[in-house]
């Protein structure tokens, strides 16, 4: 009956406003995924700046992961190119180079090095990675390299640490850090707020802070 179809209208447009507000809420949820990258990429940028002067990088390796599933190590590169887009505003799209990266450190570090030997041009490349310990293990495996190599982490984890305090591989700038053992804490304003009947956030992103040398 027509007032059937009605509720059946009803329901459908129901359904897909609740969906259009869950792909919403997936997106924010990952963000920071994005803000991590971003900061971690950008701050290699500076650091290349101040090491080759502006307008010397020739070329920028972006480490992706393409397996199913993987939407935060999609975000991550994504936030890695818009990395690139805010610390070198004018480099060419053309120079930006996105890579499978394989599934472990090894599989990361031997794809750089594939990398390098497709442009045997470059001279000085930033390498956006995954994490801490892809960073470190392409920097390491091709220590012999012709080119300059900078790159940075995220998530700040021991081995990005360890390599920041032993100053070695040289080329490691930094990482960005996502401080969990802080969380408490941070959410302590926040729980203070809802015992006191305020309104509060749906989310609460927690603020990154980019660890290298200097603020170890």
């Not at 007032?3 to 259009?20: F, I, N, S, W």
């Not at 599934?103 to 470059?122: F, I, K």
């Not at 998530?155 to 990482?175: C, N, Q, T, Y």
Request: glycine share 10%; with cysteine.
């Amino acid at each position: 009956s027509r007032g059937l179809g009605d509720v059946y209208k009803r329901q459908a447009e129901a359904a897909t406003e609740a969906a259009a507000e869950t792909a919403e809420a997936a997106k924010e949820k990952v963000e920071p995924a994005v803000e991590a990258a971003t900061e971690a990429v950008a701050e290699t940028a500076e650091a290349a700046k101040e090491k080759w002067g502006e307008g010397e990088v020739d070329l920028v390796l972006v480490e992706a992961q393409d397996m199913a599933g993987q939407q935060t190590l999609e975000q991550r590169t994504l936030g890695i190119i818009a990395g690139i887009k805010e610390g070198l505003p004018d480099f060419p799209e053309d120079n930006i180079v996105r890579f499978e990266g394989g599934v472990n450190v090894d599989e990361a570090a031997e794809a750089v090095a594939t990398q390098l030997e497709a442009h045997p041009e470059a001279e000085h490349v930033l390498v956006g990675m995954l994490g801490d310990s892809n960073a470190i293990a392409a920097l390491n495996y091709t220590e012999s390299a012709s080119a300059e190599l900078l790159s940075a982490g995220i998530g700040g984890d021991d081995v990005g640490i360890a390599a920041l305090r032993s100053g070695s591989p040289e080329g490691f700038v930094g990482s960005t850090l996502f401080r969990p053992e802080n969380y408490g804490y941070d959410l302590i304003p926040l729980g203070c707020d809802l015992l006191a009947g305020k309104q509060i956030p749906p989310e609460l992103f927690i603020t990154h802070v980019f660890l290298n040398a200097e603020n170890l």
